[in-house]
């Protein structure tokens, strides 16, 4: 038996186009907790995919548990104890938690037939072992996504698994949660299961992991024990840069008020939010998963209607009755699920950038424009320096930054006086938020009120002038960001 | 309790059961003849073939694809068997046809799986494809006409009643054909395929997410594959329960059929996207088209009007289900939230 | 050579049309030059091809959407009837109708065909039914309602001068036996020229082209960027509703009558048209050009076998269904090689 | 080289026609000179029809002999074929204007009564009947309908036509026409007779009355052919199928195309040389229609003496 439980050597994958993975190397101890980091974009999900199964390998081999594969199948994969967590979850929507959580063992174990009282046994072992309470019959679609998440995680565990991986499990998690998975993944361990975690998350892979490979576009860099490792080092590695970050100063003069909301209420979702928001100030709404922030972002770009309440742009009452509406008096929104609700992922970059500004690069008989949406294009593309050879690739061709950067350059774009960002870095490298909150604050400095929803406290803190902390549908405090710490916004939020 | 209600308000199935006995009053109501043994197995013995192409097509949408392949999928199978079966003069019972038809079923099945599956393009267009193939290879390779005479033990079983129906007032009798226990059959083989067999949880796990059944590890292409050749089989067994019902064999009039089956499955709440329907939607929504089609006479409507009446009642028919599923769907997550918050 | 390759490589579902197309004109002029390439032939191909290249036309954007049209046959039947019907109402004891009713008539014909199509439109953006159904519905409707109007016969003796403006040919060069000469540009193909034109215009050169392709691409996210996804979709029904109602005009030109039932087979065969030229049927792809091209193929195909006494023309059916499937199997390899299939 | 003469009928695979087809190829086997073929659509379709001949004429063959689908429709796509010069013979089309001569095996208004006739006869002379026609859009089938009730108006005092379902369609389809008819006579329970069109209404009708075991109280009789209809025939079910044979039409169309084309004088009363067109008439006030000697009944006794 070897040192290692998986050695992955030498794996190269290409794709139309893209090398995404180029002779990188990984190995893996049982029972160790390893991190796997990187840039958006730098090959982490493929060699996942590659170790689990669901893509070939171009070159190189896997060694798992002393046996060599050139080629794996998921369900060889599954037998030997990997289990994958995706970064998409890979669950089924459409059928219920107890078979999300049941399939995989079933399938695994070459069961031909369902025997739904077995089913239900393993699917509650399952949840048991996380104290994860959900009825068992509900339709997965319905779940929030942190919840999908849950039974993603919940699946994996059920496994005798000796190798665990799990792809960005936290991006949709807030802390209380991922308290509760780190203890789990500390239990695991104690069981002798190897776990490889996949974050961007500095503070996280600090916390948890024992050992760490970073990639770089398809490369190999490093790999070492996380004790050796520090904030500088690790962003350098990742990035190959070096930056500082800074705290926003609200630096524009004269701001007038922009946005006011008065007593707006959703019914069953919240009620009673007010808040007033001037040019050159980021607002920072933050609170936990279901304290109905999201559902006010969405009620404040018209995508739900409101019962109660007004919203004033720049004085005057809009009644948000859809997106255009929004648009229209000058708020933008960056949604909180970049590939279900921010992307046409097949489509161009360009036609991404311009299409909800599209009817004003148009002449008469609205006929588009060419040399000024290309020149339009080519701006957002050099200002959020998008990273790509041409913009009339598709959007899917990019990694997770520079999808978000397209995702604002569609918003900047419109020229809002109001930007409302739900989640902006969610699942984005450290490199790209960092660029991500520098345009924010440049933004903020021109003059646009900003507005940022997001768990992620640091961010928030940093960035924001201003703080509301949300709890049950209702406002629950408004500390002042540059002299509260992390601790006491979190004892807001619980 | 009112949990279970609400769940049931906000399901398709529940908006066309209420079309659906709406409707049988209506019937009831202008002609007495609705509730009389005999009209009950008569529309019974009108569903069988729609209901077993129903079937099929409902296995197709469930794995987020459309089949308009099977008319002619299931005239060419019947025509073949029972051309060969006259041709070599076949005098015995009915178990000879049926295994052919369900071995060409599975060829021509296996012919659309390979595309489907194996090659992986969407079904809607392999299926316009092989149904016109089909139909060429049908008519032109294989010359087909009417045949009047059929082999005696399809002309047997197909006259063959489960039991007669009588109604005592007007003396009128309905046989139950037997062929209804094909339609049974398939039903019960199906409900067990689906719900109670990983490869039906397959179909369904596809339909919602293909590359999640993959990784979780579905054998996506086997299932695509299988699941063609078994809606082969059982299209093919309608095509041949079609021409002993009607003691001939009529190689075009089965033909147009697919739309009007489709729009029942889908009808009967089965998502157009894959992934969500149940079997009984899909017999409800099917038994609702062969309903309206069979009774417009006993309803009054003239001859003239039929088409605008049908037409009329599936846009309204599908309008209000659609319209108050969206309704209490919304009303439904909105009182989720708000049990949340308190 | 070179600027061939690229031109290959642009797009190479098209390429491999024109590659079959150019194929099977080499093929007919080898096999009988003189029957095909006459100078009667292919103006009459041309005039016969608007009828349902213009409902193709109205299939295509609605699948762009991620939508289907099922209603164009029905459209273009009940407008051609009340069109007809209101032409008969209006020559004076004379008989006389002044030629400039033609154009009023094509104009009013458009807006049936709008108001037919918003409907539609509606339905499914609106009232959320999905687009099979709601089609397929307001087909059968429309028809039904047709056949209410006209009890069933064909509306005939139309004002002789609407076929002969529009059913007639420019450029009177080709002589007949009998002293006649005919010409040799459709004036129905013009009128589907400029309905071409106009659509692909309106696809690559506005925002609304944008548009449509984005909300094909995914509806969500066209509603998350402000899109006015329903205004949207009722436009691009609305569209598709016109253009089936000149296809109906067209028919009512060429056959100098019209009927509830004219035209039924051209439903499936506009989808087949439109799934040959590349159309996506989940939406968010597909090129005008790849349906003329269809379109093109389909009818010289069609025109060709006509030329071979012996051949059957259900051989046609099952050309069409090889073609297509051809392609599609073409396409499959060209973009996964052996070597990169997973 | 000799003449290409081309038969299009409304469709391929209807019993009717492929009957008709073999009449025309025996006839080409026997008149090698021309190049004789029938060529039709895949589905009975007045659009394909249209198309089909317009092709024809495009291909400029020398003689078209067609069986209309929907006469309004066929009319331009005539027109045309004429303009070209090319000779137009129609069946089943005596209102057709662009046609060089029309051939009708009989008149339809007489065969519709002929029907009736027979009907009447299976009823005993009275009681309650409707009319089936394949659809309410069909030429011929509305004509022999309407002949049919004028007939029963006339000497049948006690046929009565029922007033609410006059007519029913059962769209060329031997299974709908058994569910209509099972309507009927659910709903009316007076109900004794109905006529049939199309060769699939009266098989259909006769498989509802047996099921419905109404054999001997409710009667059809229609059009049929008779290798089809022999066991209908023979249990009793239908007593009276009435048609002309589609093989020698086809023939007479494409004798009279030969004759016009050689230049040969029309001119009544014209031999043809096929049997039952032996000595055709022209119509009374028309110089096109040119009319036969009648049509066939067949019945239990004489079904197996066609060879058809
Ligand atoms: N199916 C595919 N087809 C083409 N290119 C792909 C495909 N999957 C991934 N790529 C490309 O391969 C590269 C590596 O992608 P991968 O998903 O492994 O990145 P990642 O490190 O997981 O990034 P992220 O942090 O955003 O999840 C990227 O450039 C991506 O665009
Ligand atoms: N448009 C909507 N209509 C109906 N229900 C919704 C809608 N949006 C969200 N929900 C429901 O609300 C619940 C969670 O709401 P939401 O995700 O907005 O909470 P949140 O406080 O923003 O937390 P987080 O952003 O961390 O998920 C989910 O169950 C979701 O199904
Ligand atoms: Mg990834
Ligand atoms: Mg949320």
New interface residues.
Partial sequence: MSEYLLKAVDISKAFVGVQALDAVSLDIRPGEIHCLAGENGCGKSTLIKIISGVYQQDAGYIEFNGKRFTRITPLEAIAMGIQVIYQDFSIFPNLTVMENLAFNTELAAGRRLVNKRRMRTVAEEALSKINFDIELDRLVGSLSVAEKQMVAICRALMFDAKLIIMDEPTTALTRKEVRALFEIILKLKEQGIAILFVSHKLNEVFEISERFTIFRSGKHIVSGNTSELDDRKFSYYMTGREFDAEPFRPRYEGGECVLEVENLAIEGAFEDVSFRLCRGEILGITGLLDSGRSELALALFGLRRSTGGRILVKGKEIAMGSPRDAIEAGIGYVPEDRLSEGLFLPRSIADNIVISEIDRLTGALSVLDFRRYRQEVEDWVRALSIATPDPENACSTLSGGNQQRVVLAKWLACKPDVLVLNGPTVGVDIGSKHDIHRILQRLANEGMAVIIISDDLPEVLQNCSHLLIMKDGRIVARPDPGSTDENTVLSHML | MKKKFRKLISRTEFYIALVFLALCLLIQLRSGQFFTPNNIVDILSALVVPGIFAVGAFMVIISGGFDVSFPALASLTSFVTTKVLLDAGWQGGVWLPFLIALVLGALLGAFNGLFIGYFELPAMIVTLGSSSFFKGLMQGALNSKQLAVIPVGMRSFGTSALFVAKNVESGLTSRMPTTFLVLAGVLLVTWFLLNRTMFGRGIYAIGGNPVSAHRAGFNVRRTRFLLLVYVGMISALAGLCRVCMMQQMHPTNMLGMEMNVIAGVVLGGTAIIGGAGTLFGCMLGTGLIVLVENSMILIGIPTVWKDAFVGALIVIGTGISAFQVNRARRAGLRNVRKGAAL | MNALLKFYRRDRHISRLVIMLAGWLIFMAITCFDKFFSIRNFPTIASVIPEYGLMSLGAMVCMITGGIDLSGVGIANLTSITMALFMKSLPDETGYVTPWMVPLVLLMAILCGLCAGAVNGTLISKVKIPPILATLGINQLLTGIAMVITNGPAVQNIPPVYSSMINNKLLKVVPGKRGTVSGLIPVQLLIFVAVVLLIWFLMARTSYGKKLYMIGTNENVARYSGLKVDRMLIKTYAMSGACAALGGMIMLANYSSARADYGSQYTLQCILIVVLGGVSPTGGRGKISGVMLAIVLLSLLEAGINRFPQISSYYITMIWGAVLLLVMVLNYFAENPIRKRR | DGYEI?VVPKD????WF?RMKTGVDEYAAAHPED?I?Q?????I????Q???V???????VDAICVVPV???????ALK?A?????VVIAHEGAALENVDYDIEAFNNELYGAFIMDNLAAAMGEEGLYTTMVA?????SH?EWADGGVKRAGEPYPGMTLLA??P???SH????IA???A??????Y?DLKGVMGTSS?DA?GIA?AIE????SGKVFTAGTG?P???A?LLKSGAVQYLTLWDPALAGQAMVALAQKVLNGEAVAAPLDLGVEGYGALEFKAGSDTVLEGQGWITITAENVDSFGF
């Fill in positions: 081309v391929e695979s209807n019993p492929v190049t073929y060529k039709g659509t895949p589905e379709d007045a659009t394909l249209y198309q089909l317009m092709d024809l004429v495009a291909q400029e929907d006469l309004a429709s066929i009319e331009p045309a004429m303009d070209a010069g090319i659809d309410l859009t069909n030429g509305n609410d379902e007519r029913v369609e060329d389809n031997g299974d058994y569910n209509v099972k309507e009927l006579f659910k709903k329970p699939f098989p498989r099921e419905l075991g109404l052919m290798g089809d209809n066991a």
